[in-house]
């Protein structure tokens, strides 16, 4: 088994009675937890771990500092008694095509570190000002790590529970409409808005803009009729004209 739940436990009871001597808590691993699927009267807490993955095909192993841990929390007042469910999520193998997730393993600094913010959760959640208040203990590398988190590998990812599974499919609006398109690109890219060519487009609006220019300057294609009024009268005047002086 790779987590140890006797040595887990243990370690909760130890800080759950350290703040709250009187309260009983129990702390089990639930496999089938769904985040934002609660029962009635229970709360959620998520948080993210440093831990180690081995292959159990290739027996390759690698270190992550994206471990996704979800816990439902439940309280009774009246007992003081409370329970922790708690599912780890896992990853699979980059190098293996059909492997399965793989559980995660944590040191022992890391172990104490997760159940410590655990307790500060409860603590906050179900004590209130009676709690000594204290920050979130935040993920420490414990070996340097190369490239970004691996989403398509990442079991909480896939569920739309990690953060980072989460960013890596939406795109942040940029600065510039166009910043986020690369040369060369025939087609736009997933989370990326698609741009008509707006150069062709304001050639040909410009071309249509010139057209219509060229039509309000240029003469008139339909005849005026008060000019051919005008014309028949002075051909009318003309000619009387010549009849008098005859």
């Known amino acids: 088994m790779v987590v140890d739940l006797r040595t887990w436990e243990q370690t909760f009871q130890e800080l759950i009675q350290e703040a709250k ?12 937890l769904q985040l934002d699927c609660l029962a009635r009267g229970w709360k959620q807490y998520q948080q993210r771990a440093f831990g180690w993955f081995r292959c159990s095909s290739c027996q390759r192993s690698w270190a992550s500092a994206q471990v996704q841990i979800l816990c439902h929390t439940s309280w009774e007042h009246w007992t003081s008694q ?16 059909w492997s399965q997730y793989e559980m995660p393993e944590f040191s022992s600094d890391s172990t104490m570190r997760i159940l410590s913010n655990l ?3 409860i603590l906050k959640k179900y004590y209130g000002n009676g709690a000594r208040k204290s920050p979130e203990m935040p993920v420490i590398h414990e070996v340097a790590l190369e490239g970004s988190h691996d989403t398509a590998n990442c079991e909480a990812c896939t569920l739309g529970i990690c953060g980072h599974g989460l960013k890596s499919y939406m795109t942040k609006p940029s600065k510039s409409p166009l910043s986020h398109l690369k040369t060369g690109n025939s087609s736009p890219g997933i989370g990326a ?11 040909a609006e410009t071309k249509e803009a010139k057209g219509r220019g060229y039509e309000k300057l ?7 009729p008060l000019n051919i009024w005008v014309f028949v009268l002075l051909l009318v005047f003309i000619i009387v004209k010549c009849f008098t002086s005859e």
């Open 82 to 97: 409370g329970q922790v469910r708690m599912r780890l999520f896992g990853q699979r193998c980059q190098k293996c095509s």
């Open 21 to 32: 001597p009187w309260a009983k808590w129990t702390l089990k691993l639930d496999g089938n």
């Open 193 to 203: 808005a698609y741009i008509p060519d707006q150069g062709k487009n304001q050639s």
């Open 218 to 224: 240029g003469p008139s294609r339909d005849p005026d």
């Open 119 to 121: 307790v500060q959760h």
